[in-house]
T-cell receptor
């Protein structure tokens, strides 16, 4: 049972354009969402996060949108740069309460390629 | 501030052997989580330690175990290795200003190959 899904295995975008990465979740107990970027042979790097009490969070070129009713979130990268080419993971955590400590549930990842 | 460090970076073991991986969290971080990454299953949570206590455990067999020391460094151990244990093992640490997960910061991982 995959509780966090990234349905697009890959995305190809031209430099300077917008990249939109999508993520869906099924567990209504999730209340905190994160995006990570990963290069080969390295650990995931934290990018941006959003709490369920918000619907948008922005940090420079990165914006995350959350639609709780649709159980959907997306990461927008504007403008996209070749250095953004990596695997992007969506992750979620449940409400604190004993079973959620330190646990992130990850999607399968989307490979983003930004062409010069 | 130094990031999360993991040793060794690469390891080759034979089926039936055991292995111990080490993780040093970011200075001041007391929570350490471990994840397994495989092509088929993606990133899966193994367990989390805080103040030398395991607070949460994922759905892995008892062959996977861990511990945390008083300086917050953590080790994970896999006994009786199987071919399917070949994976990238990632350690993540986070600050603990509250009971929330918040952002976890990952190390580079240990690539374990079981032959």
């Amino acid at each position: 049972d995959q509780q966090v899904k990234q349905n697009s295995p890959s995305l190809s975008v031209q430099e300077g354009r917008i990249s939109i990465l999508n993520c869906d979740y099924t567990n209504s107990m999730f209340d905190y969402f994160l995006w990570y970027k990963k290069y080969p042979a390295e650990g995931p790097t934290f990018l941006i996060s959003i709490s369920s009490i918000k619907d948008k969070n922005e940090d420079g070129r990165f914006t995350v949108f959350l639609n709780k009713s649709a159980k959907h979130l997306s990461l927008h990268i504007v403008p996209s740069q070749p250095g953004d080419s990596a695997v992007y993971f969506c992750a979620a955590s449940e409400l604190a309460g004993g079973t959620s400590y330190g646990k992130l549930t990850f999607g399968q990842g989307t490979i983003l390629t930004v062409h010069p | 501030k130094a990031g999360v460090t993991q040793t060794p970076r690469y390891l080759i073991k034979t089926r039936g052997q055991q292995v111990t991986l080490s993780c040093s969290p970011i200075s001041g971080h007391r929570s350490v989580s471990w994840y397994q990454q495989t092509p088929g299953q993606g990133l899966q949570f193994l367990f989390e330690y805080f103040s030398e206590t395991q607070r949460n455990k994922g759905n892995f067999p008892g062959r996977f175990s861990g511990r945390q020391f008083s300086n917050s460094r953590s080790e994970m151990n896999v006994s009786t290795l199987e071919l399917g244990d070949s994976a990238l093992y990632l350690c993540a640490s986070r600050g603990t200003s509250g009971a929330r997960v918040d952002e976890q910061y990952f190390g580079p991982g240990t690539r374990l190959t079981v032959t």
